[in-house]
């Protein structure tokens, strides 16, 4: 799946796409506004990019705290709120081309 391809599925799709790893589902319903529903997905991926994926939750949650904490533990750089959708793609990227 392209970048492309996954946010034409976001905007005209009701649920992910089935084939997608639990990253790229968690990031998806990010997108759609289901941020519960992502951080439950998020928050059972015992790796990097996990923790990468939980940071960017909180931060849209607000909780910079946490949301620094996550980062901390995925070796990235802390965001603000103004680089919430920047560093959604950049994540998703990441895990385009795994």
Do not use: C
């Amino acid at each position: 799946m392209t970048f492309d391809q996954l946010l034409h599925s976001i905007e005209n799709e009701s649920s992910p796409p089935p084939d997608l790893s639990p990253e790229l589902t968690s990031l998806w319903l990010t997108k759609a506004e289901r941020w519960e529903d992502a951080h439950n997905i998020a928050q059972d991926i015992p790796s990097k990019m996990g923790s990468w994926i939980h940071g960017l939750l909180h931060a849209i949650e607000g909780d910079f705290g946490n949301s620094g904490y996550w980062f901390h533990r995925a070796g990235e750089p802390p965001i603000s709120a103004g680089e919430i959708d920047g560093e959604w793609e950049r994540i998703v990227k990441a895990n385009l081309t795994e």
